[in-house]
């Protein structure tokens, strides 16, 4: 019991200053640098609570692959410029402050005031129906796979969406009006020989009434 | 476990799905954007669906998926109307809008209109979260398709970061519902609520009120609504109306089955909430809409206040002893609704071709140079107001009598009050085109209007005209739907 204290004690220490330095840090790069450290150290909290499992995906998705994003995007748009974001955003802090600490209080109001609605949070799935049947990853999965199964299938429907959206709108425009019917490309070159960003309102027919 | 009699059930939304995907591969096969045939293929696949979701007009309440979705005539009802929608958005674009691509704007519209159907069904919580999102996500990517326009983006932009914020209040508050019932399923939380409640208990109202929030986001209800006059002026016009219809539409279904099964027993704790925001709506909606010079945001701000109508409508249903008749007056409505407001942004957008304007002065004499959508426009106006016989009417006189009987009269009298403001703003429109001349220097000529663009405000204006002539009908479909369902 003690090792767990210890260890829950280190974990969370070192998530709670990480996560300061995610948002005090002054370089973007370093914020997500601190991101990782804190998603791996409630990695370990996952680990303490007996569900490998999650602690994996928190590793592989979070650690893995969104701060990865984030540091491509980072890399990519050279986001260096923007270091004095805060001052930027100074007027929403004070918005901000209240908020997190409404949210904060409202979680210690549930986990010290109120034992009856964490009892109700384990739900379907108390610890030993978990061992049962063979760990978290079973348990998780023979939700998924059974109850969750429709939402699971259309997640992915929704995921095909995105893509094909985030497609549309990061095409080059040039592609576009190549892609288009030939009697459109003329179109194309008549704007485009007039001005550079044809913001008008459907410019994309030469206006000639009259 | 999934079963033969469950796939069936679902073979429309999955038809849906297999269309949106074989456009795409079209697309990419015939290297060219062929427009008619990705138009045919969409119609064809939404009257296969369309066909498919009749043969079960009459069934009983069947949960499916172990409860994710249940299939009523609620569900079928709605599923047509998305469909419809989706149709009527296709046909209006096929000739316009030269510079996007159609398949993957076909594709999107498709994805978008299979999140609005899985919403009309869906009866879990976890179903309900993804579905919303397939219905807004594709939305979100249609208003920013014609991104070499400056105000497209801006738009898109505006309305993605706060539907995104709005999807993470409304998955808080199921988070909240979760927590408090340990379930997920509308019908389950409804028995496990009156054991946790015993008073107004300030854990429920908070988790229903985050709900409440997060879909008040969605279908632009006062003060939630900042959003939708900038998305509908920013998106291509027939995109402005499908998201006018179809995500309100799908939102408010989606608040019945939450109001009507979850948090039926304790829905009395957020009549006030839903009273605040009906009003406030009709009131701040039409308020503002007068103010409008540019059409597309009056329309923006007409939907609005017709939100607040469909708001009330719900907010009557949490009266005790009003039984389910609210509910069956809002299936009514949105049809009405959806009939006159693809109409008349369908004329807007002929409009904007016409003149590259979406100023209401634009309108000035059109009835002089071409009466046909002069007079097309005219219906939908008068339906928007409330005029009989047209559609509209009945839509308002349903919910009006449904108010009366739930004892909420000065809900109706804000109502009625409402709809007589928004005279001014719709008939505005009516004096511009058959009272005014033509401005100076105004081409005067008459001019064609594609063949599928008349077609749509055609379908629009005779079934405005169709719906209210034969109201009794229909409503009586809704009624059974209503009944029929399983709440």
Do not use: C
Not at chain 1, 14 to 42: E, K, M, N, Q
Not at chain 2, 9 to 36: C, G, H, T, Y
Not at chain 2, 276 to 299: D, E, Y
Not at chain 2, 465 to 480: K, M, Q, T, Y
């Amino acid at each position: 019991m003690t090792d767990q204290i210890v260890a829950f004690t280190y974990l969370s220490i070192v998530a709670s200053v990480a996560g300061l330095a995610t948002i005090l840090v002054r370089s973007p790069v370093h914020s997500a640098l601190s991101l990782v450290v804190v998603v791996f150290h409630v990695a370990g909290m996952f680990v303490l609570l007996g569900n490998g499992f999650l602690a994996a995906v928190q590793v592989i998705v979070y650690a893995g692959a969104i701060v990865v994003l984030f540091l491509f995007t980072m890399m990519l748009l050279d986001l260096r410029r923007h270091e004095t974001e805060r001052t930027v955003h100074r007027r929403q802090i004070w918005l901000a402050i209240p908020i997190a600490v409404l949210l904060f209080a409202e979680v210690a109001w549930i986990a010290i005031s109120k034992p009856e609605i964490s009892e109700n949070l384990k739900g379907a799935f108390p610890p030993q129906t978990i061992d049962e049947l063979g760990g978290s990853a079973q348990a998780l999965a023979t939700v998924m796979f059974t109850d969750y199964l429709l939402p699971f299938e259309v997640a992915s429907v929704l995921l095909l969406a995105a893509a094909i959206g985030a497609m549309v709108l990061a095409r080059n425009p040039d592609e576009e009006s190549l892609a288009s019917p030939p009697d459109m490309i003329e179109d194309a070159a008549g704007t485009d020989g007039s001005s550079d960003q044809p913001e008008g309102e459907l410019s994309e027919t030469p206006a000639t009434h009259g | 476990m999934m079963t033969r009699t469950e796939l069936t059930l679902l073979v429309p939304e999955i038809i849906v799905v297999a269309v949106a995907a074989a456009i795409l591969l079209v697309s990419v096969v015939s290297k060219r954007d062929n427009r008619w045939l990705t138009l045919m293929l969409g119609i064809a696949g939404a009257l296969a669906a369309g066909a498919f979701s009749l043969q079960y007009l009459d069934i009983d309440p069947t949960p499916i998926f172990s409860g994710q979705l249940t299939i009523d005539r609620f569900t079928v009802f709605l599923r047509l109307v998305f469909l419809l929608v989706a149709v009527a958005t296709l046909v209006l674009t096929v000739d316009q809008l030269e510079r996007i691509p159609f398949a993957e704007f076909a594709a999107t519209v498709l994805f978008s209109t299979v999140g609005m159907m899985l919403l009309a069904g869906a009866t879990d919580l976890i179903m309900i979260f993804i579905a919303v999102e397939l219905m807004a996500i594709p939305v979100y990517v249609l208003t920013a398709f014609t991104r070499f326009r400056r105000i497209s983006t801006e738009a898109a932009i505006k309305y993605f970061t706060l539907g995104a914020f709005a999807t993470a209040v409304l998955a808080y508050g199921m988070a909240w519902t979760y927590g408090l019932t340990g379930q997920t399923g509308l019908k389950a939380i409804a028995e496990s609520l009156p054991a946790i409640v015993d008073a107004p208990d300030i854990e429920v109202l908070l988790a229903l009120g985050l709900v409440l929030v997060g879909m008040a986001f969605k279908v632009a209800v006062v003060p939630f609504h900042v959003w939708s006059p900038d998305a509908y002026d920013g998106a291509p016009t027939p995109v402005s109306a499908f998201m006018s219809v179809g995500p309100k539409i799908g939102a408010m279904a989606m608040l019945v089955r939450m109001v009507g099964m979850a948090f039926e027993p304790v829905s009395a704790n957020i009549q006030v909430l839903l009273y605040v925001l009906a009003a406030a709506s009709i009131i701040g909606g039409n308020i503002w809409a007068v103010q409008q010079t540019n059409i597309k945001r009056m329309l923006a701000y007409s939907s609005i206040a017709h939100s607040g109508y469909m708001l009330a409508g719900i907010a009557a249903a949490t009266v005790a002893g009003t039984g389910d008749r609210p509910f069956y007056t809002l299936l009514y409505y949105g049809v009405a609704y959806a009939l006159m407001n693809i109409g008349a942004f369908a004329v807007v957008f002929v409009m904007e071709r016409r003149t590259d304007s979406v100023e209401i002065s634009a309108f000035r004499g059109l009835a002089q140079t071409s009466w046909m959508p002069a007079v097309m426009m005219t219906i939908f106006m008068l339906s928007l107001l409330g005029m009989p016989p047209l559609a509209g009417f009945f839509g308002k006189l349903f919910i009006i009598q449904a108010l009366v009987g739930a004892d909420l009269g000065w809900l109706a009298v804000v109502l009625v009050v409402g709809s007589v403001v928004s005279a001014y703003y719709y008939l505005r429109v009516v004096v511009y085109m058959f009272m005014r001349n033509p401005e100076e220097g105004a081409d005067a000529a008459p001019f064609r209007i594609s063949d599928s663009m008349a077609s749509v405000i055609f379908a629009a204006g005779i079934g405005s005209l169709a719906v209210g002539i034969f109201s009794n009908w229909l409503f009586e479909i809704a009624r059974d739907s209503v009944l029929l369902a399983s709440f």
